[in-house]
Nanobody, 122 residues
Framework: HVQLVESGGGSVESGGSLRLACTAS????????MGWFRQPTGKDYEGVAS????????NYADFVEGRFTISRDSAKKTLYLRMNRLNTEDTAMYYC????????????????WGRGTQVTVS
């Protein structure tokens, strides 16, 4: 049974930074496309960033504008999202997800989802 558990959210002032982490259960095999989504209160999910296994290619939503970095520690089965220069529009619940392909991931058609971690920027 695969589980994804996010951590690292919290409250931060505008201009600040946070690093989110998503730890996968030991049963999760290497090879999944991983990514971060977010959902502001009352709004739809939106993709934030993705990372493809093996060659490590990354993609970001336009609104990231170079402020976020997605990375992984394969040995720890942990995905990260480093977020800098946060602003109030980044306030949302952030979710980790895993899909077979990066296309599926960006369509929100993920096989696994975490329960989310709240980020609040004031």
């Amino acid at each position: 049974h695969v589980q994804l558990v996010e951590s690292g959210g919290g409250s931060v002032e505008s201009g600040g930074s946070l690093r989110l982490a998503c730890t996968a259960s030991p049963s999760m095999q290497y090879g999944w496309c991983m990514g971060w989504f977010r959902q502001p209160t009352g709004k739809d999910y939106e993709g934030v960033a993705s990372l493809v296994p093996f060659h490590g290619a990354t993609n970001y939503a336009d609104f990231v504008e170079g402020r976020f970095t997605i990375s992984r520690d394969s040995a720890k089965k942990t995905l990260y999202l480093r977020m800098n220069r946060l602003n109030t529009e980044d306030t949302a619940m952030y979710y980790c997800a895993a899909a077979s392909t990066v296309g599926q991931l960006w369509r929100g058609d993920a096989a696994y989802w975490g329960r989310g971690t709240q980020v609040t920027v004031s």
